[in-house]
């Protein structure tokens, strides 16, 4: 796992270019066809502002051949009035039809980018433990933001623009071959030279945008971890290795940006010089034909006017370079989290298997038949483990760190699967029950608590929803929460932040223990739930926890023995196996390693 001094090494696939452009380009176009409707106003309006454009254009060779300088007496002002008037009028309608386009595309790519978003967090609430386990938070945060930010950009105005772009360069062509087909054939034969210089530019401004947006992920998994572990950063005197290792990935994203926006920037210069020539060339040899072939002067004004139209899409699309690779470097890394294996639901076992159903009544039967495990399956982490609890039981867990106890509780709720051997409640497969289902009968209380933004009471109402405002009082009751919760500025209102930075350690974990009391769940987990409050106060919730594991079949883990000796069996496990089991009297009684734990003769790692 990434910890604060590594940054997410494993979180993001090194430099190159995307895999699959033409995939990633189909998908993100799937987001747009429910608005095929507006879509096609879209484009139609383009149309109509690419038609006024040229049309515009073409008007003024009979103004200048008619009105401005006529080869058969001097010019008209009242009919140059009236053709301004008519040429303002088509311009007219070039800009509303701007306008309009401008305005539904905004809503149309701000839709789809909403449903890439939603279905990327949606996504991301049916991956595996395992998933975030191997992902650092700042790269995952870094999709939503950076990544979609850049897909946005592309939607919102990239997609309009090479339509467009498209539209003129067939609409000028056409017109530039009515008015004079030999200077076309002198633009055209420019047009290859520009293409390939912008192909070649593009290939390299591709590679270097897409290790660009890695480069940010790492940069912003990293300072999530170090911003998160300030305290320990603090406490260790690692400011200076955390700034060593923030700037070597600053100066690794700098070199990446570099990179990237240089190809991306000489992209305009250099096609912006090869259209400069195009015009220059064109105007000469238009001049030329005006005095030995008779080539209206007006003619050669539109052809030069429509000489540079041509190279301007060719160049505002290249221009889109940067925004396009920069939104499919994102958008492929969106797509590669959503690609991801989900979280197996329910029918994982061996074979065509059906859902069963899961009773409203659960008893809290739970046994595990032979269960080994490992989170390498070439490094086990339980070996052959076999227990049973009957309802209402309360089974301890035991054993030095990294004993396997932990995981134990993890596999009843299915946050990994196992590789042998199986789980069962009430002699159901866990693996033939809807995750959802199982979960929704399990309280669980971890030993690192978590609370969110909002009041003390939407906090504890997080273990039911549908629970009454008494229902939360007295599971904050249970868990002798409630004394110190009426004392806060605002009692159960009070809004907490930061993951309740505004409480102790010990009560944030008497929170925690509090969403679970109100949980209705027949089977409770108790990861080191006491681990983080004094002696006293343990002391104190002890009554309550005794009322809440009342009929609940309970599993414990806990470093401190005296508050497993009620247990109804003690499994004590070393190095994923389970050396001895029974009561605290019976493990006291043959002198083992409970003996050894229990007496203080070994100390627990």
């Given amino acids: 796992m990434p910890g604060p001094m590594n940054g997410p090494r494993g979180a993001v696939r090194r430099g190159g270019k995307p895999k699959d452009v033409k995939g990633t380009i189909i998908r993100l176009l799937r987001y747009l066809q429910g608005d095929k409707a507006l879509l096609a106003v879209v484009f139609l309006c383009v149309i109509l502002n690419t038609g006024a454009s040229l049309a515009g254009s073409y008007m003024l060779r009979p103004i200048i051949n008619t009105y401005i300088a006529p080869t058969d007496g001097p010019g008209d002002p009242a009919g140059l009035a009236m053709a301004l008037v008519a040429m303002g009028a088509v311009y007219l309608v070039g800009v509303l039809a701007s306008y309009v386009q401008a305005r539904i595309m905004i809503q149309v790519s701000q839709k789809a980018l909403m449903s890439l978003r939603d279905d990327l967090f949606c996504k991301m609430q049916k991956m595996p433990v395992r998933f975030f386990d191997t992902n650092s938070n700042g790269d995952l945060m870094s999709r939503y933001t950076n990544d979609l930010d850049a897909v946005g950009e592309m939607l919102n105005n990239t997609l309009?623009?090479?339509?467009?772009?498209?539209?003129?360069?067939?609409?000028?062509?056409?017109?530039?071959?009515?008015?004079?087909?030999?200077?076309?054939?002198?633009?055209?034969?420019?047009?290859?030279?520009?293409?390939?210089?912008?192909?070649?530019?593009?290939?390299?401004?591709?590679?270097?945008?897409?290790?660009?947006?890695?480069?940010?992920?790492?940069?912003?998994?990293?300072?999530?971890?170090?911003?998160?572990?300030?305290?320990?950063?603090?406490?260790?005197?690692?400011?200076d290795a955390a700034v060593d290792e923030f700037r070597t990935l600053n100066t690794d994203l700098r070199e990446k940006q570099i990179r990237a926006q240089f190809f991306g920037g000489i992209m305009g210069p250099v096609m912006g010089n090869l259209s400069q020539v195009n015009y220059s060339l064109t105007a000469a040899i238009g001049g030329i034909f005006c005095v030995i072939r008779g080539f209206d002067v007006g003619g050669l004004t539109i052809f030069v006017n429509y000489s540079r139209q041509f190279s301007r899409p060719i160049n505002e699309i290249s221009m889109q370079v940067n925004t396009i690779f920069s939104a499919l470097a994102g958008a492929e890394r969106v797509f590669a989290v959503m690609d991801q294996d989900e979280e197996p639901d329910y029918g994982s076992l061996p074979g065509k298997q059906e859902l069963v159903p899961f009773w409203k009544h659960v008893q809290g039967e739970v046994a595990l038949h032979h269960v080994t495990f490992g989170y390498h399956p070439n490094k086990l982490v339980l070996k052959d483990i076999c227990l049973y609890a009957k309802k209402g039981q309360k089974i301890a867990f035991v054993g030095s760190t990294g004993a396997g106890k932990t995981t134990i509780t993890n596999l009843i709720n299915r946050f990994y699967e196992i590789l042998d051997g199986a789980i069962t409640i009430d002699g159901i497969d866990i693996r033939n029950i809807q995750k959802d289902e199982l979960r929704r009968h399990i309280a669980l209380v971890l030993q690192d608590t978590h609370l969110f933004t909002g009041t003390v009471r939407e906090n504890i109402r997080y273990g039911r929803l549908d629970a009454t405002d008494e229902e939360v009082v007295l599971a904050a009751k249970t868990a002798d929460a409630d004394y110190f919760i009426r004392r806060l500025s605002h009692g159960y209102d009070t809004v907490l932040e930061g993951d309740g930075s505004n409480l102790s350690q010990g009560q944030r974990q008497l929170l925690n223990i509090a969403r679970a009391a109100l949980s209705k769940a027949p089977i409770l987990i108790l990861d080191e739930a006491t681990s983080s409050v004094d002696t006293r106060t343990e002391l104190q919730i002890q009554k309550g926890m005794d009322a809440l594991m009342q009929d609940r079949t309970t599993f414990v883990i806990a470093h401190r023995l005296s508050t497993v000796r009620n247990a109804d069996a003690i499994m004590v496990l070393e190095h994923g196996e389970i050396i001895e089991r029974g009561t605290h009297h019976q493990l006291l009684e043959k002198k083992g390693r409970y003996y050894q734990l229990y007496t203080g003769l070994c100390e627990l790692e």
């Avoid at 890695?214 to 940069?219: Q, R």
């Fill in 160 to 239: 309009v623009q090479l339509f467009a772009g498209i539209i003129q360069i067939i609409g000028t062509v056409s017109l530039m071959l009515y008015t004079n087909i030999w200077l076309t054939l002198i633009t055209v034969v420019l047009t290859p030279l520009m293409i390939r210089a912008g192909g070649f530019v593009a290939s390299r401004s591709r590679k270097y945008y897409h290790a660009q947006q890695e480069a940010i992920g790492k940069l912003n998994g990293y300072v999530e971890e170090i911003v998160s572990g300030q305290k320990v950063v603090k406490v260790f005197n690692h400011e």
